[in-house]
């Protein structure tokens, strides 16, 4: 095997370096964490009772500065972890991506939130409820699925969810159990309506994260003589599929398809037909992509199916049983 008829992948997963720079006094991080409350119960207080109008600049920085010092005052008496420094800081392509899932989600849900005429308010609630919900269930399906054994002796480490490892079946997970609990709170809402208007910014934000997995080089192929492999020198000088490609390029057929129902019945399409088919289409997928991955569950090594298969299954079934049980199509 020529490795020399590869593209070879070395893009260091940081943007830039801001160096360190020292502050001219400690800053508690708990006070920083109790300023921002404060600041948002004083824009509270401050907001105009008309939507146009906009409370006065001077009331804004008043309540930002004032809040964020009041809010030292106690940690001062108290003992508790400071920072003295700020950096080096180092904006990765991985966040990035991150931003960039988020914001096109949310793009996606104000034109279909709009389209169905409720208020951009209802849906900042609910992705406030899906933001917790991916994060919280990609980092538990992480621990619990690929190395339960590990974080059971290390429990402490769980909610270190920036030393890496999120699982995107336990972020399906934690979004679906999201998307139930916006429901049950929301009076005009069904689960399987706001469930349709949500997996099409899922579709594209899995596609980003699965781009900044790339970046990162991550999620890395089985070695492969595919014309198209990649050399991932952070990891070997073996040509490997691009897996994490693929399923970007999934995420976007998802997209399409997903897009297209929602234009044929004229923004209604039937409730749960949009949830189904993105549960059918992506985790069968991600089914068949799987062979082309390296596994992340050690114990499963040699085993005829890896994990992300066992997991991708159900939901599957899933989608099936609700096309056929639950969507109402001359509807």
Same mark, same amino acid.
């Given at each position: ?13 940081? =943007?830039?370096?801001?160096?360190? #720079? ?33 409370? *006065? ?82 980092? @538990? ?5 690929? *190395? ?17 490892? @999120? ?13 139930y609990l916006y429901a ?6 069904? #689960? ?25 080089? *991550? ?14 020198t952070r990891i070997d000088? $073996? ?40 549960? =059918?289409? $992506?985790f069968g997928g991600r ?13 499963? *090594? ?7 298969? $066992?997991?991708? =299954? ?18």
């Open positions: 095997m020529n490795t020399s008829d590869y593209l070879v992948w070395e893009l260091d997963p940081v =943007i830039f370096t801001i160096p360190e #720079f020292g502050l001219p006094f400690p800053v508690s991080i708990w006070g920083l964490i109790l300023g921002f409350i404060l600041i948002y119960f004083g824009f509270q207080k401050i907001s105009p009772a008309s939507e146009k109008e906009e409370p *006065e600049s001077w009331k804004v920085w008043a309540v930002i500065l004032g809040s964020l010092i009041v809010a030292q005052i106690p940690f001062l008496l108290i003992d508790s972890p400071t920072l003295n420094s700020i950096g080096p800081i180092q904006p990765r392509w991985y966040g990035l991506m991150w931003v960039c899932a988020f914001a096109s989600g949310y793009m996606i849900g104000v034109k279909m939130y709009k389209d169905a005429g409720k208020s951009i308010e209802d849906l900042d609630r609910l992705l406030m409820y899906v933001l917790v919900g991916t994060v919280i269930g990609a980092r @538990l399906g992480h621990v619990f699925f690929y *190395e339960a054994e590990f974080y059971l002796r290390n429990p402490i480490l769980i909610p270190q969810v920036w030393t890496g490892g @999120l699982a995107s079946h336990g972020a399906a997970i934690g979004i679906i159990v999201a998307m049950k709170k929301t009076s005009w809402a069904s #689960f399987f309506w706001v469930a349709d208007r949500v997996v099409p910014g899922v579709a594209i934000g899995g596609m980003f994260i699965r781009i900044g997995n790339f970046f990162n080089s *991550e999620i890395v192929g089985i070695p492969t003589d595919v014309p198209w492999a990649i050399i991932f000088m $073996l040509p490997r599929h691009p897996s994490m490609l693929y399923e970007a390029i999934l995420c976007l057929i998802v997209l399409v398809v997903l897009w297209t129902i929602y234009k044929k019945y004229d923004q209604k399409p039937p409730e749960g037909s949009l949830f189904a088919t993105f549960l =059918i289409l $992506l089914f068949f992509l799987e062979f082309a991955k390296q596994t992340l569950a050690d114990f499963l *090594e040699g085993s005829l199916l890896d994990m992300g298969q $066992l997991l991708s =299954i159900p939901l599957v079934l899933i989608g099936i049983w609700i096309l056929w049980k639950k969507v109402n199509w001359k509807r």
